[in-house]
């Protein structure tokens, strides 16, 4: 059992490792909680070089493929957090990525498939969760046929109402499909 399933139950489960940061990013020295009186809120702060480590969250982009019939395409994960679970492919933006690139790379990591944004579906957050997620819709053209990259156990293609509610990976998965629903 990894991290993210040990505590799925805690609220602000990502808290956990915050005191695993002990130095500072900038030039290696050790941090220590002091009140920024600017922002009056406690952060870590360098001993040394004073520069402030703020712990924001991480940005996810994912994106809804939807074939030519209409059908979505979504993946069995073949990692954790939520290993065996159903989900739109997502992953983390990089540095020098924009959000809607870093949509369509992970959809081809994930699926194999090029596909073309056609609109923001919407943005996911949770006070619980350390990522805000962006999910856009895109299309899958008919010459790409979907299917599973190393993150993924298998694809399927599902209509609107047969998705997998109940095996479904993450609240934003949830969530997303819920919207994309509402849209049909």
């Not at 695993?20 to 040394?48: D, N, T, Y």
């Amino acid at each position: 059992m990894n991290k993210f399933m040990k505590h799925s139950n805690r609220k602000y489960w990502w808290t956990q490792d915050l005191s695993r940061i002990q130095f500072c990013f900038v030039c290696g020295g050790g941090l220590s909680q002091r009140l920024v009186p600017a922002e009056g809120k406690r952060r870590l702060v360098c001993k040394v070089c004073f520069h402030i480590t703020y712990l924001n969250p991480k940005s996810v982009a994912g994106l809804l493929p939807i074939l030519p019939d209409g059908r979505i395409v979504l993946l069995r994960r073949s990692i954790e957090p939520g290993y065996g679970k159903w989900s739109y492919p997502a992953g983390y933006q990089e540095m020098g990525e924009s959000v809607d690139k870093a949509a369509v790379r992970e959809t081809f990591e994930e699926i194999v498939a090029k596909v073309r944004i056609r609109s923001l579906l919407g943005v996911y957050s949770y006070p619980a969760s350390g990522v805000v997620t962006t999910v856009f819709v895109g299309e899958v053209p008919r010459s790409q046929k979907p299917r599973p990259g190393e993150e993924a156990l298998e694809v399927g293609f599902f209509s609107p109402n047969v998705i997998p509610w109940k095996d479904l990976a993450f609240q934003s998965t949830v969530d997303a499909l819920k919207d994309w629903v509402k849209q049909k």
